[in-house]
């Protein structure tokens, strides 16, 4: 299992541009729960105002290397293009909910 998170644009055009393993099943992208306005900002989290979105992307067991290289090829793709908005990528994340 992986999580995309980002801006809702970034996380679609990363889901697209990724040549993600045969059958993998994702999530519908869902707004993230982040700290309330005015609280402590942890590194990574989104500037304040910004919404951002994840998705789940899960694949059979085994697929697991499949699915990390395909994420990693994609995001050097996108760094190489030097464009868009941020997104984040986590493999095994620890939580989901």
């Not at 999530?27 to 979105?53: F, H, L, V």
């Not at 290289?69 to 293009?81: F, I, N, P, T």
């Amino acid at each position: 299992m992986a999580a995309v998170t980002g801006p809702p644009e970034a996380v679609e055009g990363f889901l697209a541009a990724a040549a993600l393993p045969p059958t993998p099943r994702s999530s519908a992208p869902c707004r993230c729960p982040w700290c309330a306005p005015g609280g402590a900002r942890r590194p990574g989290d989104p500037p304040p105002g910004e919404q951002w979105e994840r998705a789940l992307v899960r694949v059979p067991p085994g697929s697991g290397a499949t699915l990390a290289a395909a994420l990693k090829q994609a995001r050097a793709s996108r760094l190489a293009r030097g464009g868009g908005d941020p997104v984040r990528v986590r493999v095994d994340p620890p939580d989901i909910g």
